[in-house]
């Protein structure tokens, strides 16, 4: 039963919103029209539900999930799917998608305009900063996401998208239903009995499996006691991409990424400031300097040196800054050192800064950009469950103020648990996963956990005498689970024994593609469609018939 009174803006529950199945009923009637045009027989009350289920993988996952869809479109199996749900990258092409009114009816063109961008497109340093700056001056909680997605997520998929989640309400109808994903940090971290699934639609966001949402429009907004109290912005589509997204590469990776931005960023804006706060840029640039030397395990001295030089002597007496003291038997700086180097200098830059008036100016952003990646704080989010009183949600999240969302794939690299809610009553889960290493461990991990989680799920037995993953697996469910097709992008059958090279030249940490690798990727991610139409239509037809003898029985 749901619990939502007039006085409440979250909704407590399990059941769908009223707008998604809205849109549901809406796309049965595509879906039934399809599998008839498909030559699959079938009445709307055993009519199958497919989700596609596109994994992690930056712009790999991006572009295979394009050439997997356009491969769907060609098939005539597209409009058979009644949910798009994905992680991290994937979650940067349904973006580009959704952008585009109806995009399943226009694919081929969209698809064209989409590698267009993500070959010629380029987003300059200065609208990188200005949007930077934006999130900066207008959000409570800046954190690094904003950073990411400003400087990072544009580069990458090549454009700065202001667009709103909740646009796109009611203008999809002919399209599968969007899903994204993200995971509650703390929940993660903090070992808890926790709900860590949060999904996040056009119409609602929250929980998965808890039953806790609240309208996408308000999310990030301040909460207490289930009432709206103060607005913030509602999450723009870049800040979206980075929040799915920013896990595209280990901590240390990430971390060099952020900092090698921060200093083109920093050496732009140097080239345009007044001498008193060109002395404050140098000692930032030289801070960033040490970051991305410590991080590549270089001998820091110079810089340590050259931030000695640039701090006020009173500062730099009163710190009793010791370059010996700073420094490791290893001839390095140690972690807290370095993290308290950081902290005093963005202290001595905005003590400088003050009484300046900086009109579109990015040093404000900068300094509070080094103090998050100092701090390594992502998805800072106001808590839409503070102060309520709901029995099935863990109370360290009812008590908190303020969340922490990221990356799914730092937990789980592909949707599994927003299409397994019972509500959704999925029958067949296609997974296309285009995450680097062990192929199958999205689909194993996703298995324990339903197991531990008592939610219905196949048995995963992955065939040991597989030196390359074949391309379609079939995990079939019986009872209440959904029937999983597995279908890795890279494999034996699309890379005849090179599985590993096409993996090497397709990084998953890469920052672009040129037009060609994008074109090659594509239609590796296409072969895989492609070649096994006829085994998808058989899966849909056994969910069919089981659905028939389920009725029948």
Known sequence: MDQMN??????????????????????????????????????????????????????RAMIGLLGSLCELKKDGLLDCIMYLCGVSGSTWCMASLYKELGWSTKLETVKENIV??????????????????????EKHNFSLTDVWAALIVSHMVKEIDEHRL????????????????????QCKYDKLNADPWFEITPDESGYSLTGAFVDSSFLGSQFENGKKMIDQPETDMLYLQGLCGSAIADTEENLKYLYEALKHLITESHERQTPDVSSSSKMLLTLVELNL?????????????????????????????????????????????LK??????????????????????????????????????????????????????HSSVLDSEKR??????????????????????????????????????????????????????????????????????????????????????FNAVNCKGEVQKWNNTYSTFQMSYHREMITALMKKAAENIKNNKHKLLKEIQNVIDGKKSSKLG
């Open 293 to 337: 030397c410590v991080l590549r395990k270089e001998d820091p001295t110079v810089y340590l040196q050259a931030i000695k030089k640039l701090l006020k002597d009173g500062e730099a007496e009163h710190r009793t800054f010791s370059l010996a003291k700073r420094m490791t038997s290893e001839e390095t700086i140690s972690k807290t050192e």
């Open 340 to 393: 308290d180097l950081n902290l005093q200098v963005c202290s001595s830059v905005k003590k400088s800064f003050q009484g300046h008036r900086f009109v579109d100016s990015f040093w404000p952003a900068i300094v509070k950009a080094i103090e998050k990646a100092t701090h390594w704080t992502w998805g800072t989010t106001y808590d839409y469950l503070y102060k309520m009183n709901v029995e099935d949600v």
């Open 166 to 185: 909740s646009e796109h309400r009611g203008n999809y109808t002919k399209d599968p239903y969007p899903i994204y994903t993200v995971i509650d940090k």
């Open 404 to 489: 922490e969302y990221e990356d799914a794939g730092l937990l789980l690299n592909s949707p599994y648990f927003s299409v397994l809610r019972k509500e959704r009553d999925i029958d067949l889960i296609i997974s296309l996963d285009y995450s680097a290493g062990n192929p199958f461990e999205t689909v194993l991990r996703a298995a324990k956990t339903c197991k531990e989680l008592h939610i219905p799920f196949p048995e995963v037995v992955v065939p040991a005498e597989d030196r390359e993953p074949q391309d379609f697996y079939v995990f079939r469910g019986y009872g209440k689970a959904p029937t999983v097709i597995h279908m890795p992008l």
């Open 6 to 59: 007039s006085e409440s803006d979250v909704r407590i529950g399990h059941s769908l919103s009223e707008a998604e199945r809205q849109h549901l009923a809406q796309r049965r009637k595509t879906v039934l029209q399809c599998l008839n045009q498909l030559g699959i027989s079938c009445s709307e009350d055993k009519m199958p539900n497919i989700a596609v289920l596109g994994s992690g993988g930056g712009l």
């Open 116 to 137: 267009k961008r993500l070959a010629d497109g380029r987003v300059s340093w200065l609208k990188r900063g200005l949007k930077l700056t934006k999130y900066y001056s």
